[in-house]
């Protein structure tokens, strides 16, 4: 596929920009910036775009929207560039469509994936894990195409069908016992991979917020109401009220989604806080609202440390800075402190790995330039000579590390460098 030549002009820029200011951070710099675009965008045979997440030959809807987000606001300057969001979107639009509890979807249809115990299945569907997530994804790229480019030709039919399929898909799942019928189950797999209960997971009460199955990591919610999922879903259904309001001339789904937000946002601070003896009020990573916490912190976006980045709050904001005091501790059960670096992992791969995505997020949501030049220091010392962010990587030892071609690491790292110094 030809790339267009603005990413390619971009990407000499901030080689030269890093070079000058960052200089160990240079060789990464250009190919982690054009890893996606080169690797992982596929032109198909209707004009649709086809994004893999890299090493896995499917579409999941929450990695394609981060690995396009830096490329977003080159889009004014570039038809080209348009010409490739405009097709994912629609891409975006089918699978959500076609089914909202579905987390990754083949190109074509075909039987090459997860064959698991479900209410739906479909040839298109690689995985369907039901994540909140996947969903709000998909509204914050078109919101980040659209006020880049001004272009209201993406605003068709299914889009305006998708955002009504989102915004129903949440006011179901906010009491899920009663209206949803989704259930997963997979076996001879990890625990995480299967929900528990017959499929339909743990019992919860009804709080406002909107029920996840899984999380971004694609790991099971042990308490359903996932507190960062629900942060990026007020965030969403307030873009989603703007548009259909806006574009769509649509008041009655724009006023759902004003509400919904609303609703979630006073769940989150309802049910989701916690008074911690040591950071004070936190937020909690899941909750069930029938009194139980998961006190803990997960590298994957969105996580509470990418609440200012997802536009939820600010980053001074008290209960944020709370939180992040105890997630960037050891009281957070899945912060790793090594000899060769300290920051975030996830349960997903397990003790001792932290996460190249948690150290570029905390980059991006700090404000302290110590804290910045450390972990832009231990992003030079763990790409294992290869220039390029991996998933995860052994506190100890960088040549330890999980997925050579990760591309959502890549262009977040490279959105982070993009933002330095500006």
Wanted: a negative charge; proline letters at 4%; glycine letters at 4%.
């Amino acid at each position: 596929m030809k790339i267009p030549q603005i990413l390619l002009d971009y990407a000499d820029k901030l080689e030269e920009r890093t070079k000058a200011n960052y200089p160990d951070l240079a060789p990464l710099a250009k190919q982690c910036y054009l890893n996606t675009i080169e690797t992982t965008v596929k032109k198909c045979d209707n004009g649709d775009y086809f994004v893999i997440t890299g090493d896995i030959p499917a579409l999941w809807l929450r990695d394609s929207s981060a690995q396009l987000r830096p490329y977003a606001k080159h889009c004014k300057n570039s038809e080209e560039l348009c010409d490739i969001f405009r097709g994912v979107i629609r891409r975006h639009a089918f699978y959500v469509n076609l089914d909202p509890y579905s987390n990754a979807f083949n190109e074509v249809m075909h039987d090459e994936s997860h064959q698991d115990d479900t209410d739906f299945s479909s040839p298109y569907i690689w995985e369907r894990k039901y994540e909140v997530d996947s969903l709000c994804a998909s509204i914050f790229l078109l919101s980040d195409y659209f006020e880049a480019s001004g272009d209201l030709s993406v605003f068709t039919d299914d889009v305006h069908k998708m955002l009504i399929t989102i915004t129903d898909t949440f006011i179901k799942e906010q009491d899920h016992e009663k209206n949803s019928s989704y259930y997963f189950r997979r076996t001879d797999c990890p625990e995480t991979d299967t929900m528990p209960c017959n499929g339909k997971g743990n019992p919860v009460a009804v709080t406002g917020m909107t029920w996840s199955g899984f999380r971004p990591s694609d790991d099971r919610c042990k308490y359903n109401y996932l507190i960062p999922a629900n942060m990026m879903c007020v965030v969403a259904m307030n873009k989603a009220s703007h548009i259909l309001e806006e574009v769509f001339n649509d008041s009655v789904n724009a006023e759902k989604c004003s509400i919904l937000a609303s609703e979630v946002n006073k769940g989150i601070n309802d049910y989701g806080t916690y008074n911690h003896p040591v950071f004070g009020k936190i937020y909690a990573y899941e909750t069930d609202g029938l009194g139980n916490f998961l006190l803990m912190d997960d590298a994957n976006s969105p996580s509470l440390l990418s609440a200012p980045y997802l536009g939820y709050c600010n980053v001074n904001d008290e209960i944020y800075q709370n939180t992040r005091r105890f997630i960037l501790s050891e009281e957070n059960p899945y912060y790793f402190k090594g000899t060769a670096a300290k920051g975030i992992g996830s349960p997903h791969t397990g003790k001792d790995k932290i996460w190249h995505i948690s150290l570029t997020m905390q980059i991006l949501t700090s404000t302290d330039k110590d804290e910045i030049a450390a972990c832009l220091k231990m992003l030079s010392e763990t790409h294992a000579e290869t220039n390029f962010m991996h998933e995860s990587f052994n506190k100890d030892d960088p040549s330890d590390f999980t997925r050579t071609w990760f591309a959502w690491a890549n262009s977040l790292f490279a959105q982070m460098l993009s933002t330095l110094d500006n």
